[in-house]
């Protein structure tokens, strides 16, 4: 099995969302099913990104009767966490504050979500979870 780390393909990870919102096996037909109205990608194309995600060691695949069946071998958060620190290390030499201040000034940050970035700071510092460095 290969590295299971590294970024995947946009279209690889939108399958990878289906299985990890199924929170249970799935199955091509499941995916083909939940992709309905938003891709028009065929059976062979899926199974083809499920092959790939399995050869990635995203997922692993067990026969069930005449279906294989699909589930994650990594989890949505490991790998969420690993590709925001990704990001924010390429694109803004690690900084934080570079990456908000970028999303400000480009209007991407609504009244709504500044709040909600000033109460997790205030939780974070008040008495929530420690700063890591403090620890």
Known sequence: ????????????????????????????????????????????????????????GFVSSERRGRFNVYQAVVDENTYLKSESKTILEKLYGNSLKSFVASLYESDSLTEKDLKELRDFIDDRTQGGTPNKNEE
């Open 1 to 56: 099995m290969k590295n299971k780390s590294g970024r995947l393909p946009d279209a690889e990870l939108e399958v990878m969302k289906i299985i990890w919102d199924s929170r249970q096996p799935v199955t091509s037909a499941d995916i083909m099913k939940a992709l309905e109205g938003s891709k028009t990608w065929g059976v062979t194309t899926v199974l083809n990104f499920l092959n790939r995600l399995q050869e990635r």
